[in-house]
């Protein structure tokens, strides 16, 4: 009989979460029986999201793709991996050859946030250079305003929250989308600390705060600037902020365009709420988390811009306890210069805006496209767009393990290994701590990683020797900055380190890598939060659930309708539980309808990641926009209206 022995591996989790949390798999004959966090990981603490905790359904889903698939007019069918390659290759070849290589799109997403992905960025650069996407519709908005307004983008330590007096989540959802950041949390409550939670939707990170604050869509702007006008008012701000902020009298001039009333009013909050956020900013030191969802807006990097500027006066930059977090640099550590040509990319086509771009490039126009770790039919606006552009390329070839929306615009799919087959290294971008991903269960034959799909496409293309190192080898030349700093790659197999680059508290100093060694005080916004239309007076706001990572449902969780969660009072002719049509400029979709009076009467939420395919999909209804700055997508500012269903409107798919 076989041996029944257990076994445990340490790797990580490569999911697209501010937490890459490090894993324990407990192995029996060679499969995974038991995934638990690591407890000697200090931000992973032993515990797992819902989502990941539930992993072993989707690792051994009976629909997973195990083959290579290739089209056959509607349908697929099973292919070896050597007729795969050798007709890619050809094809890669050919059109290069015929209309130079930016004919071929390299679209590649956050499937797996592991390093050793850039290796195929890699490959296509040498190969091409290629069209790839620029921006990025996670977090760009507010990644663009770190850079202007600091010079610099990172976080405090995690556990620098452990000296906050008062803590700012401004539009955080950590109870969904990082849940690891609630230990802290929950340490600093017990302390005595004050929290305030700023967004537009009521959800579960409420509770948890002494104060609620509910602005309009869009309103945090207002918000930040009325909260600034009362720390000028009230000689509350720092009396050195001119010492190291640039643009301090225009800064004040524009909190001080308008009365409190006013930017209240514009915000649809109350004075009381601007003067509790203005206390908060004198409790010092107060830590403000800035959360990802307020920037996805069409001045999204704009309004992370004010919010910047507003905690930067009121002293609390550069004191442990304070600082602004928004992105830790999760790549901080790690050696890439092998994939810089992607900074300057032969063309590039805005990531919020890929379809149009699919369909409307020209010379050369878009004839192959390569898709892997990415649903971005499911995940981007204007999603039917999108799969028109793929389905319409003389090749599209998508990298996973599952028939996705995207996947199923293909004409190859190759099929691809989960997290728990993955040999590569992590960082995260809630905290500092490196992890590396080991495989603790062998992938079912038949399915490759995204390095061995490299390396035979290499192969066959003349790029062999660039790409036949080992894992390991990429994995040390990526460590090489850190690794006689205690992260070399035996450290990190040995556990979770630290990136001895990180800081515990940012520009300690007061120093800023701008221009001018200060901060880049914003002096000129549009404040105006988003406007609804009497048409369709509701925004859509597809948010993280957490039944998925974005598009990657928890068994039994996937499937239409899709909940849409309004107030009672924003859709009047209905009643709880009915069915209802979203409607958009761009589309339709039936939900059923979730009342909850503790939303806003001009919002309607539906979970992320629905599928085309189910009928779910809120990205089928957003238009393509490109925020102020930084490339991130307008995911958020859609109008839309409740209509009654009519035959033409299946209740699902
Ligand atoms: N369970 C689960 N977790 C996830 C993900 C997932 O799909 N599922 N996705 C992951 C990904 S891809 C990322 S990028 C991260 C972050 O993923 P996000 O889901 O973006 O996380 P948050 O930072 O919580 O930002 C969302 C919050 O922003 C709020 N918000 C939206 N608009 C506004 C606004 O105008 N003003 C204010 N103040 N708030 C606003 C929303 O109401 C929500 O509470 O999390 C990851 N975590
Ligand atoms: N309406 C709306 N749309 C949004 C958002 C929103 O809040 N609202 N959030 C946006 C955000 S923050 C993000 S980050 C994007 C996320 O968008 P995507 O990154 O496209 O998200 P996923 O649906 O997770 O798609 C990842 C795919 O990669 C596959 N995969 C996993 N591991 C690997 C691997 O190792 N190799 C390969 N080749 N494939 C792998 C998975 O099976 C999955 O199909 O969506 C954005 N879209
Ligand atoms: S998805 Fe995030 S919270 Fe969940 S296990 Fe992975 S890293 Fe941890
Ligand atoms: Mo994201």
């Known amino acids: 009989m076989a041996s029944r022995q257990l076994k445990q591996v340490r790797t990580a989790c490569n999911r697209d979460c501010p937490d890459a949390c490090g894993l324990i798999a407990d192995v029996q004959d060679g499969k995974v029986v038991r995934l638990q966090g690591d407890p000697q990981h200090p931000v992973t603490q032993g515990f797992l999201c819902h989502r990941t905790s539930r992993f072993l359904d989707r690792q051994y889903d009976p629909q997973r793709i195990v083959t290579p698939l290739a089209r056959r007019g509607t349908d697929f069918q099973p292919i070896s991996w050597d007729e795969a390659l050798d007709q890619v290759a050809e094809k890669l070849q050919q059109v290069r050859a015929q209309s130079g290589p930016t004919s071929i799109l390299y679209y590649r997403s956050a499937g797996s946030m592991g390093l ?117 008012d009230q000689q509350w701000y720092d009396s050195e902020a001119s010492s190291y902020c640039d643009h301090l009298a225009e800064f004040q001039a524009l909190a001080c365009s308008r009365d409190l009333d006013t930017w209240a009013a514009m915000a649809d909050v109350s004075v009381a709420d601007l003067q509790s956020l203005a206390h908060s900013y004198t409790c010092h030191p107060t830590a403000t988390l800035i959360g990802w969802g307020l920037q996805r807006r069409r001045n999204g990097s704009a309004t992370v811009r004010v919010i910047d500027a507003l905690a930067s006066i009121s002293g609390n930059l550069g004191v442990p306890g ?264 761009l589309g339709r979709m039936t939900v059923r309808l979730q009342f909850d009076p503790r939303q806003r009467k001009d919002v309607l939420l539906v979970p992320k990641g629905g599928w085309l395919a189910d009928g779910c999909c809120a990205n089928a209804l957003v238009p393509g926009e490109v925020t102020d700055d930084g490339g991130c997508a307008v995911f958020y500012d859609t109008p839309v209206r409740l209509l009654l269903p009519t035959p033409a409107d299946p209740p699902t798919g």
């Open 322 to 585: 304070g600082g602004i977090s928004y992105c830790c640099k999760r790549r901080g550590a790690f050696d890439l210069s092998f994939t810089t040509g992607l900074e300057q990319p032969a063309r590039a086509i805005p990531e919020p805006l890929l379809g149009r771009g699919i369909l409307e490039a020209e010379d050369p126009p878009i004839r192959v496209a390569w898709v892997c770790g990415g649903n971005p039919v499911a995940m981007l606006p204007e999603s039917r767009r999108i799969a028109e552009g793929l389905q319409s390329r003389e090749m599209t070839v998508v990298v996973d393990s599952f028939m996705t929306d995207t996947a199923r615009c293909a004409d190859i799919i190759l099929p691809t290994t989960t997290m728990l087959e993955e040999d590569d290294l992590l960082g995260a971008y809630g905290h500092h701590w490196l992890v590396e991903s080991r495989p603790a269960t062998a992938p079912p034959p038949g399915v490759k990683s995204d390095y061995e799909i490299t390396q035979e496409l290499a192969h066959r293309v003349g790029l062999g020797n660039d790409f036949s190192a080992e894992v390991d080898t990429w994995k040390r030349h990526m460590l090489q900055r850190v690794s006689n700093r205690g992260a070399s790659l035996d450290d990190l197999r040995r556990g979770p380190v630290r990136n001895p680059l990180a800081q515990q508290v940012m520009y300690r100093d007061r120093k800023f890598p701008t221009p001018t060694g200060r901060v880049n005080l914003v002096t000129d916004v549009a404040t105006e939060p988003t406007p609804t239309t009497r048409l369709r007076p509701l925004l859509l706001m597809a948010l993280s659930t957490q039944y998925s990572q974005a598009s990657q449902w928890v068994a039994g969780h996937r499937g239409g309708p899709a909940v849409a969660t309004v107030h009672p009072a924003a859709a009047e002719s209905f009643t709880d539980g009915d069915l209802a049509v979203v409607e958009s400029e």
């Open 116 to 232: 050793m992905k850039h290796v195929t960025d890699a490959f296509f650069e040498r190969f091409g250079p290629v069209t790839i996407k620029s921006g990025d519709v996670c977090s760009g908005a507010g990644d663009a305003a770190q850079m202007l307004d600091f010079g610099d983008e990172d976080g405090h330590d995690l556990f620098d929250l452990d000296h906050s007096q008062t803590v700012v989540l401004w539009g955080k959802n950590v109870y969904v989308s990082q849940v690891h950041l609630l230990p802290v949390l929950k340490r600093a409550q017990a302390r005595g600390v004050q929290f305030t939670l700023i967004d537009p939707v009521w959800q579960q990170t409420a509770q948890l705060c002494n104060r609620f604050i509910q602005p309009c869509p869009g309103g945090d702007a207002a918000v930040a600037l009325g909260t600034a006008r009362i720390l000028f």
